[in-house]
């Protein structure tokens, strides 16, 4: 099933009942990214499917932007098990519903917001690092 931004947007302004104020948006906002980090999190320390092994980045600027991409690393190792995979992609739908709530609450577009920094990102490509 496929679905755009504004569509998105638009089904999430017909469902939002509770939670309609911007004071509760904001707050369900935050609540859900630390919803969604403890869905990141367990899957190493519950479930164990994942390992994060965080080590310092090393950048060298000696080498080319490519050769340092190829020696980063996201620190997780292993894969996402199908229940934690369900969970976590189910706090990212939330944290997108209450985005998306905010940004009708302020009159935004989603799709605007995403196009702007879309376009953000590929006018200063590596610069945007800074």
């Known amino acids: 099933m496929s679905c755009n931004c504004s ?8 469902l939002q009942l509770l939670n309609k104020s911007i004071l509760d948006i904001v707050t369900k906002l935050d609540e859900q ?5 403890r869905a990141v999190f367990k899957s190493a320390t519950h479930c164990g499917c ?3 092994h965080g080590t310092k980045q090393l950048y060298s600027p000696n080498k080319s932007f490519e050769e340092n991409q190829k020696d980063l690393d996201t620190h997780v190792e292993g894969k996402l098990c199908p229940k934690c995979k369900d969970k976590i ?3 990212m739908g939330e ?3 209450y985005l ?3 940004c009708s609450a302020l009159d935004l577009s989603l799709v605007e917001v995403f196009s702007k920094k879309h376009q953000h990102l590929k006018t200063l490509g590596l610069y945007n690092l800074l």
């Open 7 to 14: 569509e998105f947007q638009n089904t999430t302004s017909e």
């Open 33 to 37: 990214t630390s919803m969604l980090n």
């Open 50 to 52: 994942i390992e994060i």
């Open 89 to 91: 992609e189910e706090e």
């Open 95 to 97: 944290l997108l519903f």
């Open 100 to 102: 998306a709530s905010m």
